[in-house]
């Protein structure tokens, strides 16, 4: 039973820094990421699967790379990371998304008590006034933005998995994210193949990847990250020439 494991790296990235970093930023000790190790453990987990002889086949990793020019020293950090995981056969594949980095105009909002955005307008302490010094009720604020958009990882994932499981290069798979986008090429994985689908984050799994245990072939499962699957699936360090930046 050849094992097929579908990383999104982007989800898993946001994931671990809910589940283990609390969502700060530099918290260490969670990021030098062994992801071979992480799906052999979860592999190892699944009785039934052992019972049919599985074995880990390959790890598609899917991610994309940081812009350079905004953030340097995070691009430097995610090139010793992938040069690391390559060194160290972490993944069999790396299939590249893009970012990319617009500006933007929209209204000027804040948070409400649900956290979604509420559109601030003209009032105190900020007022608009027409040329006759007249108040402007309800005026809009229109501010100018970047946005950075990480482009084409769920995508990749979606097509690499279709690929292995309709040319039976796989006998299972486990797709790493909790990204609603997938719900179509999971759902017609599990059809052929038993699908183990992972979410990597604190929240509930999304809704749309949500499914049953004997659907098509059977044999799927649902399965949430915990600390200790980061922490204690870490890379060397250092793996060859690469060391592990102090933060992670």
Same mark, same amino acid.
């Given at each position: 039973?050849?094992?097929?494991?579908?990383?999104?790296?982007?989800?898993?990235?946001?994931?671990?820094?809910?589940?283990?970093?609390?969502?700060?930023?530099?918290?260490?000790?969670?990021?030098?990421?062994?992801?071979?190790?992480?799906?052999?453990?979860?592999?190892?987990? +699944? @009785?039934?699967?052992?019972?049919?002889? $599985?074995? =880990?086949?390959?790890?598609?990793?899917?991610? /994309?790379? !940081?812009? #350079? *020019?905004?953030?340097?020293?995070? +691009? @430097?950090?995610?090139?010793?990371?992938? $040069?690391? =995981?390559?060194?160290?056969?972490?993944?069999? /594949?790396? !299939?590249? #998304? *893009?970012?990319?980095?617009?500006? +933007?105009?929209?209204?000027?909002?804040?948070?409400?008590?649900?956290?979604?955005?509420?559109?601030?307008?003209?009032?105190?302490?900020?007022?608009?006034?027409?040329?006759?010094?007249?108040?402007?009720?309800?005026?809009?604020?229109?501010?100018?933005?970047?946005?950075?958009?990480?482009?084409?990882?769920?995508?990749?994932?979606?097509?690499?998995?279709?690929?292995?499981?309709?040319?039976?290069?796989?006998?299972?798979?486990?797709?790493?994210?909790?990204?609603?986008?997938?719900?179509?090429?999971?759902?017609?994985?599990?059809?052929?193949?038993?699908?183990?689908?992972?979410?990597?984050?604190?929240?509930?799994?999304?809704?749309?990847?949500?499914?049953?245990?004997?659907?098509?072939?059977?044999?799927?499962?649902?399965?949430?990250?915990?600390?200790?699957?980061?922490?204690?699936?870490?890379?060397?360090?250092?793996?060859?020439?690469?060391?592990?930046?102090?933060?992670?």
């Amino acid at each position: 039973m050849r094992v097929g494991v579908y990383v999104d790296g982007f989800n898993l990235y946001y994931g671990g820094r809910a589940v283990v970093a609390e969502g700060r930023r530099n918290q260490p000790g969670w990021r030098w990421l062994d992801l071979r190790k992480l799906s052999q453990r979860l592999i190892d987990r +699944r @009785r039934e699967w052992h019972a049919d002889g $599985a074995v =880990l086949d390959r790890v598609i990793y899917c991610t /994309a790379f !940081i812009d #350079g *020019r905004t953030n340097p020293e995070g +691009r @430097r950090d995610q090139d010793r990371y992938v $040069a690391a =995981l390559r060194a160290h056969g972490s993944f069999d /594949a790396l !299939i590249e #998304g *893009r970012f990319i980095s617009q500006v +933007r105009k929209a209204p000027l909002a804040i948070a409400g008590s649900d956290g979604k955005p509420v559109v601030t307008t003209s009032r105190w302490p900020v007022k608009i006034r027409d040329s006759s010094w007249g108040d402007v009720p309800n005026a809009v604020f229109i501010v100018s933005h970047q946005r950075s958009e990480e482009k084409g990882t769920d995508v990749n994932v979606a097509s690499r998995l279709l690929l292995d499981v309709l040319g039976e290069q796989v006998d299972a798979a486990i797709v790493i994210s909790n990204d609603s986008d997938l719900r179509l090429p999971i759902r017609e994985s599990r059809l052929r193949v038993p699908v183990g689908t992972v979410n990597p984050g604190q929240g509930r799994l999304a809704g749309d990847l949500a499914g049953k245990r004997d659907d098509g072939v059977g044999m799927h499962w649902w399965y949430k990250l915990d600390a200790e699957d980061y922490t204690g699936c870490q890379l060397p360090d250092p793996v060859k020439q690469f060391a592990k930046p102090a933060d992670w």
